[in-house]
């Protein structure tokens, strides 16, 4: 008797009226939803703007399903195209059946578009959201569950899985390798996030350390299972393919970290390049406001086109001194120009009175003139 395990669902598709609602198809949903959720907290940290990583994704979840089933398909070809096999049972993802290989690879190359699109480095925006990948493939490693596959070898462990009887399947306690893989994926998840933080990973780094992590366990976990798979010199082919590709991560580490350490410092240079521009020509518009005005409305002075302070050669400013200005440098304009005209006019005045003095002067001299010829004339009278 079997004292303690793990069970398993009796079906992986609950109905919801006419509308299915499958459990393997839940848990890939949900896993996106996470992956893109700490993708964006950690864009944003890095300077980017939010909804970024949501935009990218439309182009990256697609690409990587189709990328995940093609492997899948292809590596297990005699599922669908064997003698009695229907190949349509191809194109039913929801039954299960995704190559995490593919699915990076394909999604990748979705991602790499987005990306492109958006003027943003591919490997900042990999290093975002690679700890939420590694959630996402936990989560949906529970959708195995689900459907009561992948799992590993027959086991009496406390924690085994039960697995009820089914089309190619015998009834038993095994390896729950989904509930192992879920694990480590979490474990590969706060791993990525805190290394990435400790020693500042960046240009592709931090999701090429998840990469290199993920296939660790993954080489663990594919040991234990005995669904059918084809083999390479006795080994699964998942297990070369992780080894490889984990290998290639880590060469990849050690190159990039002595090629460009550290990480970027602009994860989005569009956006960067926006705002540099923004900011200059604000700094222009206050330039151009804090400028000199010729007249202040509030004090009604004309404009006088003249520099003011300390260096002014005004009179009238307010360093001056009294004797430097004399009374007729103060005058307006209009009132030297009246003054001239004044002069002007007095001039004629002046030699008109000086003709008239001279007349008068003329009447007297003759009126003394003939008095004294008048005198001379009594004189010779008496004699």
Known sequence: MDLAYIP?????????????????????????????????????????????????AVWAVPFGLVGGRLYHVITDYQLY???????????????????????????????????????????AYADAIAPGIALAQGIGRWGNWFNQELYGKPTDLPWALKI??????????????????????IAVAFFVIWAGRRFKMGHGRTFALYVAAYCAGRTWTEYLRIDEAHHIFGVRLNVWTAIIVGLLA????????????????????????????????????????????????????????????EDSADPL?????????????????????????????????????????????????TEDKAEDEDEVKDGAGKR
């Open 8 to 56: 398993s669902p009796s079906t992986g598709v609950i109905h919801l009226g006419p509308i299915p609602l499958r459990g393997y198809a839940f848990c890939i949903i949900l896993g996106v939803f996470v992956a893109v959720w700490l993708g964006n907290k950690r864009w944003v940290a890095r300077g980017g703007t939010a909804g970024t990583v949501a935009d990218i």
């Open 81 to 123: 195209f064997s003698e009695g096999k229907n190949w349509v049972d191809a194109f039913k993802i929801w039954e299960g059946g995704l190559g995490i290989w593919g699915a990076i690879a394909l999604g990748a190359v979705g991602a790499w578009i987005g990306c492109r699109r958006r003027g943003i480095p591919l490997p």
């Open 164 to 185: 009820s009887a089914g089309p190619n399947r015998d009834a038993g306690l095994y390896h729950p390798t989904f509930l192992y893989e879920f694990l480590w994926d």
């Open 250 to 309: 880590i060469v990849y580490i050690v190159i990039s970290a002595k090629v460009r350490p550290g990480q970027e410092e602009v994860v989005e240079p569009r956006k960067a390049a926006e705002a540099t521009a923004a900011g200059a020509a604000k700094d222009d518009a206050e330039g151009a406001d804090a400028e000199p005005k010729d007249a202040d409305p509030k004090d009604g002075k004309k404009p006088t086109g003249k520099p003011t302070g």
């Open 317 to 365: 400013s307010k360093d001056a001194k009294p004797e430097d200005a004399k009374p007729e440098d103060t005058k307006p304009e209009d009132a030297k120009a009246k003054d001239a005209k004044a002069e002007t006019k007095a001039e004629p005045k002046d030699e008109v009175g000086d003709k008239a003095e001279d007349a008068a002067k003329a009447e007297d001299g």
